[in-house]
């Protein structure tokens, strides 16, 4: 009788032992937040949005899991209209970030994976989350997306500047406007003791106008839009864009700022007062501590009340599946352990200055002790996000463009918000 072959042998052994030898499964991951300028930095070394969303994949993608991770960076401003465009190719990355104004279109299309069963056997503990981060990945019942954060607009402060104005407590922080009234009225002391403007933003490029009207109106209890009905051409809007349009008249305010000039004038000591969001606490943190930076005192103060009503615009980022994922179970099943390692991630996201969304992290000392974090502690409790609408970028498209009219071309108020309240009317309908 002949004896087996030796390579066989060796054969059959490895076939026996296929499971260990088994290919990874590569998924792909989609985000903004722009790219890491100090790639390969670990998770507690990491500052600011790019790098620390970054580190928490790298690590993720370095663990011995089975997974690999090929990361799709892409800048903020044209990230929906590049992943509208892989969904009409067919090939969305495997899981993506999102923002959950962006989830009603998405999850009606039927685009977005149905993750409702399938959290828990992932390890990711829904329980945890806190309430309106639940309701935000929430459409018509089901959960399409596992939250990362809540961020919101907040005024980022240069205290020497309002320092010499006049406009510190004894307390240390700003002293910040409770009127339109009192706005121009401090606006007027940082210019009259500084030269400085009293307040920058992005008015030329990004939404961030449409969102600093929207937070005056819900402070007047107005809603510019909702349940199919557009509000856009009313008397709490008129107001809310005139508190700007008043800034920009008494030449306190420069309306041409992009993203990128807005803060630039900030950290070079040209403004007081920055509107931006929750994402940049850490990072302007860091430039104070810089000594080739103007901005040396830094503080991140809450949205100030000028109406009636605490407001202040906010949203959640978040991660979904697309459906195509669904359908390969391995690949979802990957997609589902990165999510998990991300939801387990949430310290050291809010590191950024975020929201966090667990109430385990909320409530822990670490949490707590974040630079700056006591300072804007009451955002949480005036956020404020869109209602529900499933053409929502499509909405502040029209609004955006309408209010850089007004103050980048003189065109009236009322001929503005009108013909935006036409526009969005008709896309609500």
Request: proline content about 5%.
């Amino acid at each position: 009788m002949r004896r087996p072959h030796v390579l066989s042998i060796l054969l059959a052994l490895l076939l026996a032992a296929a499971p260990a030898f088994a290919q990874e499964t590569t998924i792909t991951l989609g985000r903004f937040f722009g790219a890491c300028d100090t790639p390969g930095v670990s998770i507690a070394d990491a500052v600011g949005e790019p790098c620390i969303i970054q580190a928490i994949v790298d690590a993720f993608d370095a663990a011995d899991n089975g997974v690999r991770v090929e990361t799709l960076p892409t800048d903020w401003g044209n990230y929906y209209d590049q992943i509208k465009a892989s969904y009409a190719a067919g090939n969305a990355p495997s899981v993506h970030v999102m923002h959950s104004s962006a989830i009603p279109e998405f999850a009606s299309l039927g685009a977005l994976a149905d993750l409702s069963e399938h959290l828990a056997a992932a390890g990711i503990d829904t329980s945890d989350w806190e309430a309106t981060a639940r309701d935000a990945v929430t459409y018509d019942g089901r959960v399409y997306g596992v939250p990362m954060d809540a961020h919101a607009n907040l005024w980022h402060v240069n205290l020497e500047l309002m320092a010499a104005a006049g406009l510190v407590d004894d307390d240390g922080a700003p002293i910040l406007p409770s009127s339109p009234e009192e706005m121009l009225e401090h606006a007027a002391m940082v210019r009259d003791a500084t030269g400085a403007s009293y307040l920058a933003a992005d008015f030329a490029e990004f939404p961030i106008g449409v969102r600093l009207v929207m937070a005056l109106a819900w402070q007047q209890g107005a809603e510019l839009f909702g349940d199919g009905v557009s509000n856009v051409n009313s008397p709490e809007a008129v107001r809310a864009v005139e508190t700007i349009v008043a800034l920009f008249d008494g030449g306190f305010a420069d309306p041409r700022l992009n993203y990128a000039d807005s803060q630039q004038a900030f950290l070079d000591g040209e403004s007081a007062i920055l509107v931006n969001g929750t994402w940049v606490v850490d990072f302007y943190g860091a430039q104070a501590a810089n000594t080739n930076v103007a901005l040396t005192d830094y503080y991140a103060a809450d949205f100030p009340t000028l109406f009636d009503t605490p407001a202040t615009w906010a949203s959640n980022h978040l991660w979904a599946i697309p459906v195509t994922t669904q359908r390969d179970p391995e690949k979802f099943d990957a997609a589902l352990e990165l999510l998990a390692w991300i939801n387990d991630q949430n310290l050291a996201w809010s590191r950024t200055g975020h929201l966090s969304v667990r109430t385990s992290v909320l409530e822990s000392d670490a949490y707590a002790a974040l630079p700056h974090r006591d300072e804007y502690a009451g955002t949480i409790e005036i956020a404020r996000d869109v209602q529900p609408v499933v053409r929502y970028d499509a909405v502040q498209d029209v609004l955006n463009r309408e209010l850089q009219a007004i103050w980048l071309t003189g065109k009236p108020i009322a001929q503005a918000l009108a013909d935006a309240d036409a526009q969005v009317q008709d896309l609500l309908d």
